[in-house]
């Protein structure tokens, strides 16, 4: 069965310090990976997607992810962190095999930045 | 390209009322999937709608219901609604055909039932 865990249900950071957001998943075939964000009281924002190709992806505002096979992971990261970065993030994932596929997306992780 | 719009943006209901919830996606997009979002149980998907027809159902009760117009918009609706209904209905839309799209979501409908 398809599923997506994110283990970490917050996530504290510095301002300047890097962060990395975690992110593994469970598909029968290949995956699509997907990183959104969600600020209070908004819908999620679309950040970066892995398809095929480079296991590094480069997304907005400065976030990359990492798709690594082996350990199922894609997790999010950006350098150095920014307090405007404090938001809701979900990963989800859909597997390659057809069009109707759903999308499966994590329980979310709140990242909290600190001036 | 507008994105996708949801309206209306809040609700306030009692319980036993029913409540219709409706989703313009982006232009071009044919495909429309509803998810429930409460602070406890995370992002749950509904359904999801393609050229007018229920292609997926989550695990939702039969009060939880949705169509799709020939134009592609769509609506969702929840009969006798219970306290635990509240919560934050978000609709999103993508290409179908090319697997690898990402969907795009609309700013949601704050529904709360007392």
């Known amino acids: 069965a398809q599923s997506v865990a994110q283990p970490e249900d917050q996530v504290n950071v510095a301002e300047g310090n890097p962060l990395t957001v975690k992110c593994t998943y469970s598909?029968?075939?290949?995956?699509?990976l997907f990183w959104y964000v969600q600020y209070p009281n908004r819908g999620l924002q679309f950040l970066l997607k892995y398809i095929t190709g480079d296991n590094l992806v480069k997304g907005s505002y400065g976030f990359e992810a990492e798709f690594n096979k082996s350990q199922t992971s894609f997790h999010l990261k950006k350098p150095s962190a920014l307090v405007s970065d404090s938001a809701l993030y979900f990963c989800?994932?859909?597997?390659?095999?057809?069009?109707?596929?759903?999308?499966?997306f994590g329980s979310g992780t709140k990242l909290n930045v600190k001036p | 390209k507008a994105g996708v719009t949801q309206t209306p943006r809040y609700l306030i209901k009692t319980r036993g009322q029913q409540v219709t919830l409706s989703c313009s996606p982006i232009s071009g997009h044919r495909s429309v999937s509803w998810y429930q979002q409460t602070p406890g149980q995370g992002l749950q998907f509904l359904f999801e709608?393609?050229?007018?027809?229920?292609?997926n159902k989550g695990n939702f009760p039969g009060r939880f219901s949705g169509r799709q117009f020939s134009n592609s918009r769509s609506e969702m609706n929840v009969s006798t609604l219970e306290l635990g209904d509240s919560a934050l209905y978000l609709c999103a839309s993508y290409t179908v055909g090319v697997g690898g799209n990402e969907q795009f979501f609309g700013p949601g409908t704050r529904l709360t039932v007392l």
């Open positions: 989800a994932v859909r597997d390659q095999g057809g069009n109707f596929n759903k999308f499966y």
């Open positions: 598909v029968s075939g290949n995956p699509y």
């Open positions: 709608y393609f050229s007018e027809t229920q292609r």
